[in-house]
């Protein structure tokens, strides 16, 4: 077992060192996993805590609106290695890291969610020249109302996956399943659901999905429940 903490200042000392560190509970010396002044969160071990994901925005500190990248420290005596950050095969140009990082039960394979990039700051508009419109339509899958207490509209964060055994990273979230969640020990496959199909039916009775099994390794998905009402568990 471990503990972690994590120092940073304003104004750092130049003999002294910053970052985040660990400590056996069965005592010993810290051990620094991520140096540097730096904002780190999402701090996770596995379920034996041998493995531990962070975040960190080290490479893009001083950025306006710095990008996270994902880290990894395997019990050993050196500082965590980076494993998804800009430029890693797999993550396309326009997406970056979001939300928060969770192990598979054994711990071989790590979840994470990306997102667009955020859009750049625009224009400022005069407060006479502002409209704010809510636009419907009726073949629309729910009704106005609905669209603006659910925030419907098209989901940003997609789930991915980095396969420590493999050392590659896989984004498998799309449009029609954004969110997804391990099912079994090893990681190898996730559940998904999509229920847009239905949405209409949610004015005069349940809310029902379809259910799709998702293979992380490759990304390959087979619908295994067709029009449920309920969740699986």
């Known amino acids: 077992k471990w503990l972690w903490y994590h120092t940073s200042v304003k104004k750092p000392a130049k003999d002294k060192q910053y ?22 969160s999402n701090v996770t071990w596995d379920r034996d805590e041998k493995v531990l994901a962070i975040t960190s925005d080290k490479e893009d500190f001083a950025a306006e609106k710095p990008r996270s990248d994902v880290y990894l420290w395997e019990g050993q005596h050196e500082p965590a290695r980076c494993i998804v950050r800009a430029g890693t095969p797999g993550l396309p140009d326009d997406m970056r890291l979001s939300g928060g990082v969770s192990f598979s039960r054994d711990g ?9 990039k955020p859009a750049e700051d625009p224009l400022p ?19 106005q109302t609905q669209q603006q207490k659910g925030g ?18 896989l984004v498998l979230g799309d449009d029609q399943l954004a969110s997804l969640r391990f099912v079994g020990p090893d990681g190898a496959r996730m559940l998904g659901s999509e229920g ?5 039916e949610t004015s005069w009775d349940g809310r029902y999905q379809d259910i799709y099994l998702v293979n992380s ?6 619908k295994i429940l067709e029009k449920l009402r309920g969740n699986v568990t």
């Not at 390794?217 to 087979?222: F, S």
Request: aromatic share 8%; hydrophobic share 40%.
């Open 108 to 116: 071989s394979v790590l979840q994470l969610s990306v997102a667009p």
């Open 125 to 143: 508009i005069l407060p006479e020249d502002k409209v704010t419109l809510d636009l419907w339509n009726w073949q629309d899958g729910q009704l």
């Open 152 to 169: 419907a509209g098209r989901r940003e964060s997609r789930t991915a996956v980095f396969h420590r055994d493999q050392n590659r990273f």
């Open 19 to 40: 970052g985040l560190f660990v400590v056996p509970l069965t005592g010993g010396e810290p051990i620094l996993v991520h140096d540097g002044v730096v904002h780190v």
């Open 196 to 200: 847009k199909a239905y949405d209409k």
């Open 217 to 222: 390794l490759d990304g390959t998905r087979a």
